[in-house]
């Protein structure tokens, strides 16, 4: 077994990896063992035997419940810690229970800060866009603070009355509205948290040689979080990459001191050198820019809630949750875990209608964060072959002029071919 390690900031990888994989519930049963053939193929013909991967499987979800008794065993948990990285199919959320969501249980555990969704258009897939060529999009979502955070009380429950008698008696608050029948939720944001995420964002943008990150919030309404969640982003920008980047802040900063000429110029000059441009937007223009000019963005750096309604609108537009990738990932240790992003399925589940690309694609990010580049070449530009004949799963096909609708073992076999 030969573990992917940290060193010095660096990630060490052995060329026979183990990676560690969690099935997943429902559609899981299909789209692992998908992804996997064609991983191994990948990788047999990107480096002959010189490089491997083997596949570990760690139990989570239903298959754990059934086998152990618990929804998300230590030993799962233990095994990610140990080997760094990981994949995994969709899991049911458990109903009742302690555990509000497995997901939100190892994102926290291994306090994998970001959630990275990659967003682009393979020719062929029909998308409700005009110009669907033009997105081109890396999500960073915080994955850990917000009011995602699970601070929350029920409406009427004791913990509410004491909550809103510490606002109104100690705080001064007086603008609830109906305070009796309120629920109440907090939204932490921090300086470390924003900073953190808006640092990989940048590296990421370096490191890919992408033009631009843009910072997605509501600061002009919620101006201590997502407003701190924007002034925190510049700062990181900065005072940390001022050789790499040129801020909208500091465009306004030179607009207001020399003038518009001025500033149009400098950042002219930085657009020259290559110099990735940082800029910001408030969420709903974002959300309807992205429709209308989605060339203007490249990286995205935005909040908990506001990266979910992101990744989904984003998603819709290049051909929905079947083809969506992510990865949950601790850029500071190294820890990252690829997924599925869409869930178990269960209306479909055992039909061998799923479409693997979700699954398939996080491991060409999984590929890629390993530095197996030639590999995840290989699967993308299989798919791209696929997808532009017309072939494809159900979800996908249906709505292809040239559309030839495959299952999901006939979908795999024709992938292993265009390989
Ligand atoms: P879902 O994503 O499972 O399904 C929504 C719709 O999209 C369904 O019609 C489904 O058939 C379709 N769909 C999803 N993935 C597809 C694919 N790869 N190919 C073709 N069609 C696909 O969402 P849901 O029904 O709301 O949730 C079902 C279960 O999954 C719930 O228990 C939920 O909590 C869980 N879930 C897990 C994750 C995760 O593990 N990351 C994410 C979302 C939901």
Same mark, same amino acid.
């Given at each position: 077994?030969?573990?992917?390690?940290?060193?010095?900031?660096?990630?060490?990888?052995?060329?026979?990896?183990?990676?560690?994989f969690?099935?997943?519930?429902?559609?899981?049963?299909?789209?692992?063992?998908?992804?996997?053939?064609?991983?191994?193929? &990948?990788?047999?013909?990107?480096?002959?035997?010189?490089k491997?991967?083997?596949?570990?499987?760690?139990?989570?979800?239903?298959?754990?419940?059934?086998q152990?008794?618990?929804?998300l065993?230590?030993?799962?948990?233990?095994?990610?810690?140990?080997?760094?990285?990981g !994949?995994?199919?969709?899991?049911?959320?458990? !109903?009742?229970?302690?555990?509000?969501?497995?997901?939100?249980?190892? =994102?926290?555990?291994?306090?994998?800060y970001?959630?990275?969704r990659?967003v =682009?258009?393979?020719?062929?897939?029909?998308?409700p866009?005009?110009?669907?060529?033009?997105v081109?999009?890396?999500?960073f979502?915080?994955?850990?603070?917000?009011?995602?955070?699970? !601070?929350? @009380?029920?409406q009427?429950?004791?913990?509410?009355?004491?909550?809103?008698?510490?606002?109104?008696?100690e705080m001064?608050?007086?603008?609830? =509205?109906f305070?009796?029948?309120?629920?109440?939720?907090?939204?932490?944001?921090s300086?470390?948290?924003?900073? =953190?995420?808006?640092?990989?964002?940048?590296?990421?943008?370096?490191?890919?040689?992408?033009?631009?990150?843009?910072?997605?919030?509501?600061?002009?309404?919620?101006?201590?979080?997502?407003?701190?969640?924007?002034?925190?982003?510049?700062?990181v920008?900065?005072?940390?990459?001022?050789?790499?980047?040129?801020?909208?802040?500091?465009y306004?900063?030179?607009?207001?001191?020399?003038?518009?000429?001025?500033?149009?110029?400098?950042?002219?000059?930085?657009?020259?050198?290559?110099?990735?441009?940082?800029?910001?937007?408030?969420?709903?223009?974002?959300?309807?820019?992205t429709?209308?000019?989605?060339?203007?963005?490249?990286?995205?750096?935005?909040?908990?809630?506001?990266?979910d309604?992101?990744?989904?609108?984003l998603?819709?537009?290049?051909g929905?949750?079947?083809?969506?990738?992510?990865?949950?990932?601790?850029y &500071?240790t190294?820890? &990252?875990?690829?997924? &599925?992003?869409?869930?178990?399925?269960?209306?479909?589940?055992?039909?061998?209608?799923?479409?693997?690309?979700s699954?398939?694609?996080?491991?060409?990010m999984?590929l890629?964060?390993?530095? @197996?580049?030639?590999?995840?070449?290989?699967?993308t530009?299989?798919?791209?072959?696929?997808?532009?004949?017309?072939?494809?799963?159900?979800?996908?096909?249906?709505?292809?002029?040239?559309?030839?609708?495959?299952?999901?073992?006939?979908?795999?076999?024709?992938?292993?071919?265009?390989?």
């Amino acid at each position: 077994m030969s573990k992917v390690y940290m060193k010095e900031g660096k990630l060490i990888v052995p060329s026979n990896v183990t990676v560690p994989f969690i099935e997943g519930d429902g559609v899981g049963a299909e789209i692992t063992p998908s992804c996997q053939k064609i991983v191994n193929k &990948a990788v047999e013909l990107a480096y002959s035997e010189k490089k491997s991967i083997e596949w570990m499987e760690v139990l989570a979800g239903e298959k754990a419940f059934r086998q152990t008794g618990e929804w998300l065993p230590d030993t799962t948990m233990n095994v990610f810690k140990d080997y760094i990285i990981g !994949i995994k199919g969709p899991l049911t959320t458990p !109903i009742g229970g302690g555990i509000r969501s497995l997901n939100v249980a190892l =994102r926290q555990a291994l306090d994998l800060y970001v959630c990275l969704r990659p967003v =682009r258009w393979f020719k062929g897939v029909v998308s409700p866009l005009k110009e669907p060529q033009k997105v081109s999009m890396h999500i960073f979502r915080e994955n850990t603070e917000d009011i995602y955070a699970g !601070i929350e @009380w029920e409406q009427g429950s004791d913990e509410a009355k004491k909550f809103y008698k510490f606002l109104h008696d100690e705080m001064g608050v007086t603008k609830v =509205r109906f305070p009796k029948t309120s629920s109440f939720g907090v939204k932490p944001v921090s300086v470390e948290g924003t900073k =953190r995420l808006v640092r990989s964002a940048i590296q990421y943008a370096i490191q890919h040689n992408l033009p631009s990150v843009t910072i997605v919030h509501k600061g002009n309404i919620m101006k201590f979080t997502e407003g701190g969640f924007k002034k925190w982003g510049y700062e990181v920008a900065e005072t940390e990459f001022e050789e790499q980047t040129f801020t909208m802040s500091y465009y306004q900063k030179l607009k207001k001191d020399l003038g518009e000429e001025s500033a149009k110029a400098a950042m002219a000059e930085a657009v020259n050198k290559g110099k990735i441009i940082i800029k910001d937007c408030i969420a709903d223009a974002f959300l309807q820019n992205t429709l209308l000019n989605p060339e203007d963005y490249s990286v995205i750096a935005t909040l908990n809630l506001n990266g979910d309604y992101v990744s989904d609108q984003l998603a819709a537009m290049v051909g929905g949750i079947g083809i969506a990738p992510g990865a949950n990932i601790n850029y &500071a240790t190294g820890h &990252a875990i690829f997924e &599925a992003t869409h869930g178990t399925a269960p209306n479909i589940a055992g039909k061998n209608l799923v479409n693997p690309c979700s699954l398939i694609l996080s491991s060409v990010m999984m590929l890629e964060y390993i530095g @197996w580049k030639e590999a995840a070449e290989l699967i993308t530009s299989a798919l791209e072959k696929a997808f532009e004949n017309g072939d494809a799963t159900l979800d996908l096909a249906r709505f292809m002029p040239n559309g030839n609708t495959l299952n999901t073992d006939e979908f795999t076999n024709r992938i292993l071919e265009c390989l």
